[in-house]
């Protein structure tokens, strides 16, 4: 059987590990953050996909554009797309 205590922290949307509750406004905030930071992420891997899939895919030639991203280039900006999504989120360590 499992504690009281352990069964309150699994079903708690927030544990505070100590015993001042001025810290709830914080919590809040930075899970705020959090939120904020996860749409931002999507937001900027979703652009990724909608602007050099079809770049990748050649849809330029149908336009009459001579222009296709290499597949090359396609790694590296994915990889890039990747390192930005993790840069921002490192910006949470930041959060006062």
């Given at each position: 059987?499992?504690?009281?205590?352990?069964?309150a922290?699994d079903?708690?949307q927030?544990?505070?590990m100590?015993d001042?509750?001025?810290?709830?406004?914080?919590a809040?905030?930075?899970?705020?953050?959090?939120?904020?930071?996860?749409?931002?992420n999507?937001?900027?891997?979703?652009?990724?996909?909608?602007?050099?899939?079809?770049?990748?895919?050649?849809v330029?030639?149908?336009?009459?554009?001579?222009?296709?991203?290499?597949?090359?280039?396609?790694?590296?900006?994915?990889a890039?797309?990747?390192i930005?999504?993790?840069?921002?989120?490192?910006?949470?360590?930041?959060?006062?």
């Amino acid at each position: 059987m499992a504690k009281g205590a352990d069964v309150a922290m699994d079903v708690a949307q927030v544990t505070l590990m100590g015993d001042d509750l001025r810290h709830i406004p914080d919590a809040i905030h930075l899970s705020k953050k959090t939120v904020k930071m996860i749409w931002e992420n999507l937001f900027w891997a979703f652009i990724y996909n909608i602007v050099c899939i079809p770049l990748a895919a050649g849809v330029l030639y149908l336009f009459g554009i001579d222009f296709q991203i290499t597949p090359m280039w396609a790694s590296a900006l994915m990889a890039f797309s990747s390192i930005s999504v993790v840069l921002n989120s490192l910006r949470l360590k930041f959060v006062k």
